[in-house]
């Protein structure tokens, strides 16, 4: 049954680890609340303008329904149509209404199950969001049928940070290679900002190049306000696991998320904080991280990732491609957990049977139950 969520029709499911909220148009998930005992953390940002119908109105529903994590068919901005398919932002998967085939329940799972009907390029997407009890997590699988070619789909998830500089500490797995976006994500002529140094490489998320000339600190955020950039990194495909994770250490916990390497390639950092000054932004739209994972170059659209490009001529593949009768899975965790006093950020995350073990850098231990083989095994 929908209810009104953040002003958009929306379902619900719920574990007592886990509730969250599922849009009816663009199927964004968001809020979600996860509960340890008498606490509760919602990590997910819903955008600013939620409350307000007359900026709603004005813009792409993508856009008007921004919130938490979303799935994007094709990933980024498609305002270059590719082959004659005219995708809108992010993809119909982001902006079109899903229907409710039904709510499954298991002996330990509850998975919400939803569907649309894609006419871009004609194909069916089935959208599957599980939470296990005793896990304070968030399993999303999204099946892809009937279509044909070259696709860059990818998630959107977006953390709110609490009002501090530097409260929260960005780390992941490895990485095989790291760019910023190839121009200014903003451009002031356009009342926008950016911080970054376009097109320039660098080997650690602690020292990027800036236009400054001096390299900037991007696990540590927020930071630059006024400053609106874009950054990606391509996970190690030797990993049978990839992973990002933010650490909240004032605030004591851990948002971390899971994904297989060679199904999403990429990591997207969208750093928003306060650098876009028209509508509906505002410079209101502050303090939020945009954690991407994605098989795309950069923010391009299809067009910019099915074409030629320079991360795919480095042989990084930028596109996943669709055969018919045969289903494309693509799966991914999010989940949350409580730290110590001085966990200070995530070392090292290993797999172990149903659960993982996060490590910091100050070498503290914590260990959360976790289906990795949701993961891993794509039978599960």
Not at 41 to 62: C, G, K, N, Q, Y
Not at 91 to 103: I, K, P, Q
Request: some cysteine.
């Amino acid at each position: 049954m929908l209810e009104s969520v953040f002003g958009q029709p929306s379902w619900r499911l719920a574990t007592p680890e886990v509730e969250l909220a599922l849009t009816q148009q663009g199927g964004h998930l968001g809020p979600a609340r996860f509960q340890f005992g008498d606490r509760a953390i919602s990590p997910f940002h819903v955008a600013p303008w939620w409350d307000e119908p007359a900026t709603r109105e004005a813009l792409p529903p993508m856009l008007a329904t921004l919130r938490g994590d979303f799935f994007c068919l094709p990933f980024g901005a498609n305002d270059v149509p590719y082959e004659g398919e005219s995708h809108p932002p992010h993809g119909e998967s982001s902006n079109e209404v899903w229907t409710f085939e039904g709510r499954e329940e298991g002996a330990v799972r509850t998975t919400l199950h939803l569907s649309l009907e894609t006419r871009v390029r004609k194909g069916r997407l089935d959208k599957r969001i599980a939470l296990v009890d005793g896990h304070h997590a968030i399993y999303s699988e999204h099946v892809i049928t009937g279509m044909e070619g070259p696709l860059s789909p990818g998630h959107h998830a977006m953390l709110a940070f609490p009002d501090e500089e530097g409260s929260g500490v960005l780390s992941t797995s490895p990485f095989v290679w790291a760019r910023t976006a190839p121009e200014p994500l903003e451009k002031p002529e356009q009342r926008g900002y950016s911080f970054l140094a376009a097109d320039a490489s660098f080997e650690r998320l602690d020292a990027v190049p800036s236009i400054t000339g001096e390299p900037v600190d991007l696990t540590r955020f927020p930071a630059r306000r006024g400053f609106e950039d874009l950054a990606m990194i391509v996970s190690d495909p030797s990993l049978d696991i990839a992973w990002t994770a933010v650490v909240f250490p004032r605030a004591g916990y851990v948002w971390f998320a899971l994904k297989d390497p060679r199904v999403l390639r990429n990591t997207i950092f969208w750093l928003s904080n306060g650098g876009r000054h028209y509508p509906p932004w505002n410079g209101r739209h502050a303090g939020v991280m945009g954690i991407e994972e994605v098989t795309a170059y950069f923010h391009y659209g299809l067009a910019g990732s099915a074409d030629h490009n320079p991360l795919s001529d480095d042989g990084f593949p930028t596109t996943l491609h669709a055969q018919p009768g045969q289903p494309l899975v693509i799966r991914y965790i999010m989940a949350v957990q409580p730290v110590p006093a001085g966990f200070d950020r995530v070392e090292r995350l290993e797999a172990a049977g149903d659960q993982v073990r996060l490590v910091s850098a100050s070498g503290i231990e914590i260990v959360a139950p976790l289906d990795v083989s949701f993961i891993t095994d794509i039978d599960a």
